[in-house]
């Protein structure tokens, strides 16, 4: 099960004069996670972000368990994967709970601070800035989706460089056709890619009240059924300047198939006709509708908070079906308001974006699927049961291993963030991992759309130049693999 995890980060560093550890000229490091130590506290030399997670476990009497043998390596770039791990090393270190509990609050106890504070709050406010006339509920929680995406996006770099070592492709995988150029992504470049935008759906999450509110059970179902939408929608929106090529979260592009270098699929390439569907599909329609910012969060928002989720309990079904509804509201008075033209929007914006993200994104989980079967690449635990368990494929389909691939390599148990090493024997090994996936929900909208008039009509933003559009001639490459060819979007409905 997916434990989603406190990330501990501190952006700025202080120094506390009345420490006896403190040297002016020389840098010590925390006795945890080995960051820069900011002083002694509740006993230990320790950073910032030690000190709050020991204070806020034990003032609030967390309880953590150890997937992995009570072994997680604890440093900076690591400390927030596994919370028991670290918190026994606060101990060993000579953290003292007693000290938490004697600590004094001298500003106070904040019963409910700004950030945590739920979107149909109406508490009243005395500033004069904050009482205009159109700062309403709607725009308040727009106004709070759109904070969080600008924190997730100052994460962005930290978590690049956090996996920047991970290798994800074998060395037989590994191509060399487009070496030349720095800016085509790799397979490698996609699975680290897509690893690092599942890192930051998790902290995204966890900025929203409606979401932290919900029990960590329902906090880790909505996830999972989440995750592969998310990785899609946000690469589709990320690529919607770009012409033909998708942007991926660390710079890389991926080209049209016709307009690869090699011109051919290879196991770096396959790739590449899921992503023209996504170019098509997806990237093309927000090009032609001039999606914004506001809309893309709030429709991400609504993909998230999914009530049919399944596995959902009860009263988190009725909790989530109202924080879609209020959010879908404040979408559709924003339009109203800054849009009142285009009577159409909310319409063109939910079938056009959300109909067909949840065919793709399951199409992202096959070629993953693929990667993972075929030994092209290793697939983390974050991949695992965020991506492939949602789909069922670990339940479902179990890919036959050599058994000389059969031993065991810890390197490939431990969790998402830890760098593995370089000297496994065999790095096609798949991990054997005890993952509970969930059966497949019904998608958001049909996943075609379909119209009842005679007279066919034509979609503004599809080029008829049949180079554009691949997808029937490519139905004989789909032969040798035994896989179904992919669905199409018809120009003509």
């Not at 697939?379 to 059969?406: F, Q, T």
């Amino acid at each position: 099960m997916l434990h989603i995890q406190e990330t501990g980060m501190s952006l700025q560093l202080k120094t506390d004069p009345d420490s006896d550890f403190y040297e002016e000229k020389d840098t010590v490091l925390c006795h945890i996670c080995t960051d820069t130590a900011t002083g002694r506290h509740y006993g230990a030399i320790a950073c910032n972000g030690c000190k709050g997670f020991f204070r806020r476990t034990v003032r609030r009497a967390y309880e953590y368990k150890c997937r992995f043998d009570s072994k997680c390596k604890i440093d900076k770039h690591n400390r927030a994967v596994c919370r028991y791990c670290r918190y026994m090393k606060c101990i060993r270190s000579g953290m003292r709970d007693d000290q938490v509990q004697m600590e004094r609050d001298v500003i106070g106890k904040r019963v409910k601070g700004e950030n945590n504070k739920s979107w149909d709050d109406k508490s009243p406010r005395t500033s004069p800035e904050l009482n205009k006339p159109n700062w309403n509920e709607h725009e308040y929680l727009l106004n709070c989706l759109l904070r969080s995406e600008s924190t997730i996006h100052s994460l962005r770099d930290t978590v690049i460089k956090q996996i920047g070592n991970v290798e994800y492709t074998t060395k037989d995988s590994q191509s060399s056709d487009d070496a030349n150029n720095t800016d085509t992504a790799s397979l490698n470049d996609v699975l680290k890619s897509m690893h690092s935008q599942l890192l930051l759906v998790i902290e995204w999450a966890k900025t929203l009240p409606e979401f932290t509110q919900l029990s960590s059970e329902d906090q880790t179902i909505l996830l999972k059924n989440f995750a592969g939408q998310h990785v899609t929608l946000c690469v589709a929106y990320r690529s919607r300047e770009s012409n033909d090529v998708l942007k991926l979260l660390n710079d890389r592009c991926i080209p049209r198939a016709s307009k690869s270098k090699n011109g051919k699929e290879t196991v770096d390439g396959f790739y590449l006709r899921d992503c023209e569907k996504v170019m098509d599909q997806l990237v093309a329609p927000m090009r032609f509708l001039n999606m914004d910012d506001t809309e893309f969060v709030a429709l991400k928002a609504c993909i998230l908070f999914n009530p049919v989720a399944r596995g959902l309990s009860k009263l988190a079904c009725q909790k989530i079906l109202e924080t879609r509804r209020k959010v879908f509201s404040a979408l559709e008075q924003y339009i109203r308001k800054n849009k009142p033209t285009e009577t159409t929007r909310l319409g063109d914006l939910t079938f056009f974006i959300l109909s067909p993200l949840s065919v793709l994104s399951q199409t992202i989980s096959e070629d993953i699927m693929f990667t993972k079967m075929c030994g092209a690449a290793r697939i983390d635990m974050l991949m695992e049961e965020l991506i492939l368990a949602e789909s069922g494929y670990n339940h479902h389909i179990r890919p036959h291993v050599n058994p000389s691939m059969s031993h065991e390599d810890d390197s490939l148990q431990c969790p998402p963030c830890v760098d593995l090493p370089h000297h496994q024997e065999d790095p096609t090994m798949i991990p054997s991992t005890s993952v509970s996936p969930l059966d497949n929900i019904p998608p958001m909208m049909e996943n075609d759309i379909q119209s009842h008039s005679q007279q066919p009509h034509n979609l503004p933003w599809m080029n008829h130049n049949p180079e554009y559009m691949p997808y029937p001639q490519m139905h004989g490459a789909y032969q040798d693999l035994n896989i179904p060819p992919p669905n199409y979007v018809n120009p003509h409905f």
